[in-house]
């Protein structure tokens, strides 16, 4: 688990990277746009699991501290 957070935390440097580079203008390779299109896909993925796991933690806490 901790590799792939190392590598989608380098592909997110790396996207961001070309998104900064597609927002002044400059023209993206294909191969560019394919790589900038797979980590904004995986982030989109990544986020909602992320959320998903860390709403029983919070929920308990929640209740614990109703009691």
């Known amino acids: 688990m ?3 957070t190392q590598l989608l ?6 996207a961001m990277g070309l998104l900064k580079r ?3 203008g400059d023209e993206l390779t294909q191969k560019e ?6 980590t904004l896909t995986d ?3 990544v986020v ?4 998903l796991m860390l709403l029983p933690v919070s929920l308990s806490s929640t209740c614990i501290s109703a009691s």
């Open 2 to 4: 901790v590799q792939g």
């Open 33 to 38: 746009k394919q790589a900038l299109q797979r």
């Open 22 to 24: 597609a927002l002044i």
């Open 48 to 51: 909602p699991i992320g959320i």
């Open 9 to 14: 935390a380098i592909d997110t440097g790396a």
């Open 43 to 45: 982030l989109a993925s």
